[in-house]
C-alpha cells in the first residue's frame, strides 16, 4: 500500500521540479490533479484524516505570509501521500534550505526567487532512502 503512495507522490515531484525550473511555477491544473489522486488513495486505503490534515495545512499557509504558491500547495498535498513520514521531509526540506540561505549569505547575493520543487524533491528522496533503511 505504501508503494502506491511513495511513487504517485515521486511522479507529482518530478512534473513539479521540472516546471518549476523551466517556468517558475508550478501549475494549479497539477496541484488540483495532485490532490485528486491523494484523496482519492486515502479514501480507497481508509486513511481519510490525511485529507482533513492536508487541507488545515493548506489553509494555514494560504493566510502565512509565506510566498510561494504551488510550492506552498505542493507542500499542503505531501501530507496526502507521506502521512506519518512527512515531519522527516519538512525537516531535510528545512535543512536544504538552509544551506541555501546560508549559501546566498556568504556570497552575499540577494535571493530573488528559488524553484523549491526540485528541493522538495531531494528532501523527499533523503527521506524515502532513510526510511527504507529503518532511520
Known amino acids: ?5 511513495t511513487i504517485s507522490f515521486f511522479i507529482i515531484l518530478i512534473i513539479s521540479s521540472y516546471t518549476d ?15 485528486a489522486i491523494g ?3 486515502n479514501i480507497l486505503y481508509g486513511k481519510p484524516q490525511y485529507i482533513i490534515y ?7 499557509f494560504l493566510f502565512s505570509p ?8 505542493l507542500l499542503a498535498i505531501a501530507i496526502l501521500f507521506l502521512h506519518k513520514n512527512i515531519a522527516g521531509l ?5 535543512i536544504i534550505s538552509l544551506f541555501i540561505i546560508l549559501y546566498h549569505k556568504i556570497l552575499k547575493r540577494k535571493i530573488e526567487s528559488i524553484p523549491l520543487a526540485p528541493f ?6 533523503i527521506n524515502t532512502l532513510l526510511h527504507s533503511l529503518k532511520f
Open 54 to 60: 492536508s487541507l488545515v495545512l493548506y489553509i494555514v
Open 120 to 125: 522538495i524533491l531531494i528532501a523527499f528522496i
Open 66 to 73: 509565506i510566498k510561494g504558491g504551488g510550492d506552498v500547495k
Open 21 to 35: 525550473i523551466k517556468q517558475r511555477i508550478i501549475s494549479n491544473k497539477l496541484m488540483i490533479i495532485s490532490f
Open 1 to 5: 500500500m505504501e508503494n502506491i503512495f
Open 39 to 41: 484523496v482519492t488513495l
Open 90 to 94: 519538512y525537516f531535510f526540506l528545512s
